[in-house]
């Protein structure tokens, strides 16, 4: 298994994470609107969906371990892998999520991403946080072709 994050815009720009999470927590549910109807009590009816995210946490390896083949990974600096990820979350950038293996590629945008140095080894642990990335189209009346006088 191998996760990968790919520019949608740039597909040759793409990381590959140096070490696998022991899991990935996919979360999501459903939007329900509530209402309360007397005499009768309270009835609930889907409205949509909430925010899918994907959820884990690694590491990313020090210079010390960069030529132990147990890795089986390229090794990138620490800080450079922070601060690529870092950088696509500042800008807001679209993402391909691909986790081979997992059958999971989505598109996704980073929410959040905490590193912290551990260890004499150099190497940093992370917690990324990722969200399924929806466009919102909005069309005026003209492009929906429908009469604005009714």
């Not at 009346?141 to 429908?146: A, I, P, S, V, Y």
């Amino acid at each position: 298994m191998d996760i990968y994050l790919k520019e949608k815009q740039n597909m040759k720009s793409q990381f590959q994470f140096p070490s696998l999470p022991e899991m990935i927590k996919i979360k999501g549910s459903a939007n329900y609107q509530e209402y309360d109807i007397i005499k009768k009590g309270t009835y609930a009816f889907p409205a949509g969906f909430d925010i899918r995210t994907f959820q884990w946490t690694g590491y990313f390896w020090g210079k010390v371990r960069q030529n132990d083949r147990s890795l089986n990974r390229k090794w990138m600096a620490p800080m450079a892998c922070a601060n690529k990820l870092k950088a696509w979350m500042e800008k807001g950038t679209v993402l391909n999520l691909v986790i081979s293996g997992g059958g999971i590629n989505k598109d996704v945008t980073i929410k959040s991403l905490d590193c912290t140095q551990t260890g004499g080894k150099g190497d940093m642990e992370y917690s990324i946080t990722l969200v399924l990335y929806r466009p919102l189209k909005i069309y005026t009346t003209d492009e929906l072709g429908t009469d604005t006088k009714k």
